[in-house]
């Protein structure tokens, strides 16, 4: 095939299917990011995957690495349509496999039972305490904070109504503190807003687990060594916009991170410092990045997280790899190989584009600005295709779902 | 064959280009009633590249010539003098040719480098001939090469689907059309299009037949004023999307390495089907160098030595300064030219060389 005789032969995620008769498709299909954001995109394979964790079948857990799961090729309900008809998941994967190594300890927060196993430290209130490490809090006397705020340009009422919250949620008063004083857009958070924001913090549990009474088996937080919690309050004092978000969704992308595409927890330290807006994407959205870059691009953790993978938006990395593989610049490896000559995940997520253009492309910006129109169209063709085609059945989504 | 190797840097857009989705031009139908339809298209930034090629080529060659004249001018005003005479010399050389080449009555609209902006679906008009056909642009450049006069007789040896047939009738100047093709599912398409883009009384001046193209100096040899030779390939866009059937599969292994020497019998025909003085021009869909120049070559070769035939290779040089607006062209074959696939401008590959039997 033209393919293979190539010298850079293109590979099956690169090969065209035809999805419906007569209509040519380019390569696996992903939602351009933000499109409807938190709509299942039916005809996508690892949305499927993503969503029905528990539909896997039982696989014996393997010893050494566990993988991230993979798109799904075929529907885990038997006897129901297939997702895509004539469609491939990603190559290069051997099967899903499920294990999840002893390394994980997950325990989520449940209800407001934080539990007061610290003996060591005193609690004033049931709530689960932040544990202030990393010296992101300054400290400062119990005594000032109330000088601080009464800052001018406040008004009493939001002033009162952020310091309860921060104190609600289990800071200490330098904590707090430092909080008010680093975003100002904290302490205008709108009463409105109020409901979200202290959960959110608290939800994410500066528990430590190892002082928690047993009987917890099962439940899944955050696992509390406290240079992570440093790090997520640092990630929030750095990133306010997190106060707004929900605190499901915060747990999500935490727990996405760490269970689904499997960063170990030095690893998912890195992530949140370099890139603290990773916790504002849709988890979906997230898990959709790590598998391209997994799966499509053949690239491990290691690597994503030194390259600061999040920091780039989705739609634009695809861009510039697709911009590689359809150049014959960028192989997907094949299963096994660790060698490849394909230019480094860094280079590709952070050179500017002039750069990246000049130096790993070896093309013109004109060529590319085509490109991205192109594959935009592409890409909308396909998923308006996606959407026809799924018209067609009239089965209900939720008996895939549940 | 590693194109990798044989185009050297241009390899990964024309690569890049293959991969993505090609760029069409309109054949406006002549026969139609579709005066509207020139207007409609320039609205949206259409234009045809036939027409407007010569001013543009005109534009660059005075920029070219302004240029040097004025580089000279710095030295001193006696060099600077016989550099813009040259100029201007070179200037009248060139444009004869220039001209020529290009008077025919085919208009093709496209839009311009860059612009992936689609056409709509042709439309009847009130007699139910079609506006326009949509085709690779760059698949009229051999039909242009071929310059049919007034009343000649012309042969389309491989002339199904039926896209060049259709723009050798739009030039009016076929006395006589012989469409061939050995495949007759696909002659149903070559009479679908002439019943819908061609009036009966131009239809009758065409005559289709299903003869294998290699033995057609058994049919009628030497009786053509212009033949066009556009063999089958491996038509490497469509083998680059497609699976079906895709002539890489093993099972056509057979089928593929026997190509270079079917092409070769098909030109020797077409050659021998031309009187003398008459044209040949051979074209393909691929980029390969061995079934475009070597076939080319060994024809020349076969002719000469085995038919006393002496054959002329024509200059097409002035194809690609006309027409780079709209093409992007590979600028080192040996004989012929090359239409590069890129993403600006996504046409081709298609490769095309005149030969003029002496």
Known sequence: MILRRW????????????????????????????????????????????????????????P????PVPPLGAPAVPGSRPLRAGGRSWPGHPGPTRGHGGRLRWRRREGAAGGSGAPRRPRAVSWPRLRGGGGAAPRASARSSPALLLQPRLDPERREAAAAQLLLLGLSAEAALALLERSRRCCGCPRSDSGSAPRSCGAWGWTEVGQRAGGRGGHRG????????????????????????????????VRLLRERCLFTAEQLREVLGTCPAVLL?????????????????????????????????????????????????????????????????????QLPVKDFLASLALSTPEEYEVFKKLLAREEEEEEKEEEDVDAQYTEEDDDLDR | MNYGLHLGALWPSVRAGLLCEQKYGALLNNFAAADHVPEELELLNAADFISEAPQKAQQWQRSAAEGEAAGGCEEGTGEGRTVVQAGMVTQAETSPPLCTSISSKIKCYTFPRGDIMRFRPARPDALGLLDYYLMDAASLLPVLALSVQPDDFVLDLCAAPGGKTLALLQTGFCGHLAANDISISRTKRLHQILHSYVPKEVRETVSVTSYDGRVWDQVKGGTFDKVLVDVPCTTDRHSAMEEDNNIFHKRRTKERQMLPMLQLQ???????????????????????????????????????????????????????????DTFSFFSDCRLGELVLPHLTANFGPMYFCKLRRV
């Open chain 2, 266 to 324: 098909l030109l020797m025909a077409g050659i021998l089907a031309t009187k003398p003085g008459g044209e040949v021009v051979y074209s393909t869909c691929s980029l390969s160098p061995l079934q475009n120049e070597c076939v080319v070559e060994r024809a020349l070769d076969i002719a000469g030595s085995q038919f006393n035939i002496n054959i002329h290779v024509e200059d097409l040089s002035h194809f690609r300064t006309l027409f780079q």
């Open chain 1, 281 to 349: 994407e849709e988890p979906r959205t997230l898990h959709h990045q790590f598998q391209y870059a997994y799966f499509r691009m053949g690239v491990r953790q290691k690597e994503m997280v030194k390259a600061r993978l999040f920091r780039m938006p989705f739609a634009e990395l695809r861009n510039r790899h697709i911009f590689l593989e359809r150049r014959g610049l960028y192989e997907t490896p094949h299963k096994g190989q660790t060698q490849t000559s394909n230019p480094k995940l860094k280079d590709i997520v």
């Open chain 1, 222 to 253: 955050l696992p509390a060594d406290p240079l992570l919690a440093g790090r997520l309050q640092r990630a929030v004092s750095r990133c306010p916009q997190l106060f707004h978000v929900p605190r499901k969704r915060l747990e999500a992308a």
């Open chain 1, 64 to 67: 050494g690495r566990p993988r």
């Open chain 1, 7 to 62: 010298g850079s032969a293109l590979r099956a995620s690169e090969r065209p299917r035809l999805s419906a008769p007569g209509r040519l498709c380019f390569g696996p299909a992903l939602p351009r990011t933000g499109s409807a954001p938190g709509r299942l995109c039916p005809g996508l394979i690892l949305s499927r995957a993503g969503c029905a964790p528990t539909r896997q079948p039982a696989r014996p857990e393997k």
